[in-house]
Structure formats: C-alpha cells, structure tokens
C-alpha cells in the first residue's frame, strides 16, 4: 500500500478542565464560606437576645448581602464549571435563602367568618404617593381603604390635616399621634382607627417608649359591651431612611446603625412590656424599618405570632430596597389570643410601602 493512501492518525487534543486553579479556590472557596457564614448568622440570631454589633450589621444587610453573594456564586460557576466546589457553593446560594424564608411560603389561612376582625396596616408616606407617580395620592388612599372594607386601620407617616381629610371622606375614628410630642400638625405620625363600626373604639392615646422618649407610638382598645376586646399597639420604629438613596445607602447605614440599632432594640423591649401588661388579646402593627432576620423580629417572634408568615403565602415584600430589592419591613404581630385567619399584601400604587391586610379572629366572650 502506498504511503499516501494511509489516513493519518487523529491526534484528538485533551479537554482542559476548567477550574480556575488556585483562583477558582479563592473565589469559590471565599464565596463560601461567606455565605455560609451568612446563613449561619441568621439562624444563631433568631436565639441570641444580644448578639453581635458585627452580626446584627450582617443581619440588618441581609436582603443585600444574600443575592450579591447569590449572583457571585452562580457566575463563579460559569466561569469555572469543573471546579469541584462549584456545585455546593451554587447549592448553598439557592437552597439556604429558600431554607431560612421559607415559612412565608408554608402559611395555611384558615375561612372566614363573620366575627373576624380585618386590619389594615400601611405606612402612607405622608400621602407624597409613590416615586414617579402621579395622580393624587390622597384619593388613592382613601380608595384603597375603602375598598379593603377594614375594621381596623393603622396608618404610619400621616400627618393630622391628613388623617382628617381621611376621617371626613370614610368615616373614621382615630388616635393619633406624631413622632415626637411637640410635633405640629404637618408632622407624620402614627394613626389607629376604627374604620367600619363592627368594633368600636374604646380608648387610645400615643404613647412614648420608656427607654426610646424621644419616640412615639400610638396604644387603642376595640369592642363593645358584647365584645372581647382587644388592643392595637400602632408602631414605626426608629428609620433608617436609605430606601431611595442608592448613591450613599451605604454612607447613611453605617452612619445610622449605631444609633438605630439600639433604639430599635430599646422600642422592640418597650413594646413587649407593653404587651405583656395589657390583659387583652393584642396587635402589634406597623413599619419596623427592618427585616424579619434581625434579633429584634426574633425577640417578638417568641412571644407573637408574625400574622403574614402565618397565613400568607410567597415573599410578600412591602417596599423596594433602593427601587429594585423587594423586601418586607412592615409587620402584624398577633398575640396568643388573637388567632391568624388570613393575611394578604395590597399592591396599591400610592406609597412607596404596600399595605398589609389581615383577617384574624379574637377570642368567644364568655356567655
């Protein structure tokens, strides 16, 4: 056979695996340890009354912190698809927010009967109406609480002409009361009102913090003669005001959380004292300027019932973290007495938080 006639030999080139080398340990490596770091953080702070100034900053960025490091790892991967530790780090990035928030997506609500109580809790943003939009913000307010055919509602960052201009279009009867005690009558504050006339208002007045006076939130009492009655403890605490500040959320949050922070522990301890002397079944509803993974949530989920992780279902976000980050700060806390039937968020348009709607049912009155 001739020379020419003999096919040549495939010479086939070895694939190179891609790992990236001692890069691919690095990056892959650090991207997990810090998330699981992350998520261990936010589990140990669900059991530590004081944890760490470091933990509790984790855990107040952590709607921040869990999709940068999410989107790390998954463009890790790509980028070094052979690398043996690719696959738990992608594993931990989307099972461990899954694990932790997963209770939203387990509430069971229960049917609805006819003596439930239907709160309505919203922070209006001093009725300024959502960023970009139009249209008036007060009729807006005012349609979407008619609309959601409330017994109860608890207004945060309403001023008086406007919980006025509320109550004269509605109907309502409120307690009001404005952040700080020599604030005039164009200041937010807060508002608990009975909207319907099915649970009459008692009594109520604002309230400052024992260990936070420089603050203020707003105690009511529902029910007639027939009625058990109940207490709404109407709350917004302390800001920390980078919800649309992209530019320098990062600037203001560290700047604010040495003084937020323990304000905010200072109301959440004030809030369960109240709470615990009230003999009546009671809400705690309202803006708490924070996320359910802080100790402060923790703290109130051992004592009450987070109304929402309940019964809703989904990530039921209520603002947008610096316009893009759905994250819920908004909360209704529910005692054992005061039974979780359903709960909802409003997409309403006019306001830069969404409202809670709530269904929950006090307990029999004796006969």
């Known amino acids: 056979m001739a020379e020419e006639d003999v096919a040549p030999k495939s010479r086939l080139q070895p694939v190179r695996a891609r790992t990236g080398g001692v890069v691919g340990h690095v990056l892959l490596g650090g991207t997990g340890l810090a998330l699981l770091a992350l998520w261990v953080a936010a589990f140990a702070g669900a059991w530590l009354d004081a944890p760490p100034i470091a933990m509790v900053l984790a855990l107040t960025g952590l709607p921040l912190l ?6 790390a790892a998954f463009s890790l991967w790509t980028l070094f698809p052979d690398h043996r530790l690719g696959g738990p780090v992608v594993a931990l990035a989307a099972l461990a927010p899954l694990l932790w928030w997963g209770p939203v997506w387990a509430g069971r609500p229960g049917e609805a009967r006819s003596d439930d109580v239907v709160v309505l809790s919203w922070n209006v943003r001093r009725l300024w109406g959502a960023p970009g939009d139009g249209g008036d913000p007060l009729a807006c307010v005012r349609e979407t609480l008619a609309a959601s055919a409330a017994d109860v509602v608890v207004l945060q960052e309403v001023t008086t002409r406007d919980l ?6 509605l109907g309502l009867q409120c307690v009001h009361g404005t952040y700080h005690p020599d604030d005039d009558d164009d200041s937010a504050g807060i508002a608990v009102c009975e909207a319907s006339g099915r649970w009459p208002l008692r009594d109520g007045t604002p309230m400052s913090y024992p260990d936070a006076s420089d603050w203020r939130f707003v105690r009511a009492s529902f029910g007639s003669a027939e009625s058990t009655a109940f207490s709404v403890l109407g709350v917004h605490l302390h800001p920390y005001r980078v919800l649309h500040d992209p530019q320098r959320a990062l600037e203001r949050a560290a700047d ?3 003084v937020v922070v323990p304000s905010q522990d200072a109301q959440t ?8 002397a009230l003999p009546e079944p009671t809400l705690v509803a309202g803006d708490f300027n924070s996320t359910r993974d802080t100790p402060f949530h923790a703290r109130l989920r051992r ?6 992780e309940a019964t809703g279902a989904g990530f039921p976000a209520t603002v947008d973290l610096l316009d893009g ?4 700060i908004d909360f209704v806390y529910a005692s054992p007495r005061m039974t979780p039937v ?6 309403a348009g006019c306001s830069d938080h969404r409202a809670i709607l709530s269904r929950l049912r006090p307990p029999t009155t004796s006969p």
């Open 325 to 328: 980050l759905p994250i819920r």
């Open 66 to 71: 869990a999709p940068v490091l999410s989107v």
């Open 164 to 169: 006025d201009r509320l109550s004269d279009a």
């Open 256 to 258: 604010r959380l040495p």
């Open 269 to 276: 301890t004030d809030l369960l004292e109240q709470w615990l």
């Open 303 to 308: 004592h009450l019932t987070d109304v929402l």
């Open 342 to 347: 359903q709960a909802d968020v409003l997409q």
